[in-house]
């Protein structure tokens, strides 16, 4: 049996298609309901419903042999866990953004103060690759709200269409990083379990399709 972690949400539909096309289960996994535990009849393959940034935590203590979760969590979290593939779906980017038009004016200001959902990745920016100290505040959502009400001058948050921050009246000042979804692997069940090797392959073949 292997158990896959899979994120509740914005991913959910497009994950459970990938294994859903692939053959690989007999129940249609899409179906709205609130079960957590998710096991197909044919006794292979067992799903658990958790949020995305749980993912890769299932999946690194082996309570999941394997986990579908966005590079954004990835580059947040930094778990001991193996990155096997790139799913190409949830593609989005993470951004600075921060007011129209006000760009310069804030990459200028020497105590800037960045709102944003993934501190770790924030810090990691400004520290190395700008190399400056920042003041960071972490929100749990709604983030573009914060530069608008003066919570924060920038933010570093998620884009995909561009329409959050065009409706608030923000930009993109920088692109960090692209993100798309990504199957993850513990480590211990990579070596111990060979049926693991045949689900990545057929995976592998849906992404190709
Ligand atoms: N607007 C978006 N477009 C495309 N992909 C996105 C978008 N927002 C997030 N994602 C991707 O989908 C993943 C899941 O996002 P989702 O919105 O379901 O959860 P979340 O808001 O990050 O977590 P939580 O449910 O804990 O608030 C993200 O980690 C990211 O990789
Ligand atoms: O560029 P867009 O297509 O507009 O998408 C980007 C928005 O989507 C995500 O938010 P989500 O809908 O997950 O809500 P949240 O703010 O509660 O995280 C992200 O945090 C942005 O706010």
Known sequence: MI????????L????????????????DISQETRKLVLEDPRGNLRF??????????????????????????????NKKVYELLDLKIGKCFIALAGPKGLREE?????????????????????E???GEDVQIIKLNGSVELAPILGLSDMIVDIVESGRTL???????????????????INRASLKLKSEIEGVVNCLERMILQ
């Open 106 to 126: 804030l990459l200028k200001k020497s105590e800037k103060i960045i709102a944003t959902k993934f501190p770790n990745i924030t810090k990691e920016y400004f």
């Open 3 to 10: 158990t896959i972690a899979l994120p509740k949400g914005r």
């Open 128 to 130: 190395n690759v700008l």
């Open 12 to 27: 959910t539909e497009e994950a459970t298609e990938l294994f859903q096309r692939s053959s690989l289960i007999s129940i």
């Open 48 to 77: 658990l419903m958790v949020k995305p940034f749980d993912v890769p935590t299932y999946v690194e203590y082996g309570i999941a042999d394997m986990g579908i979760v966005g590079k954004d969590v990835l580059l947040e979290v």
């Open 166 to 184: 065009r409706e608030n009246g923000l930009e993109v000042y920088e692109k960090l990083y692209d993100i798309s979804a990504r199957l993850i």
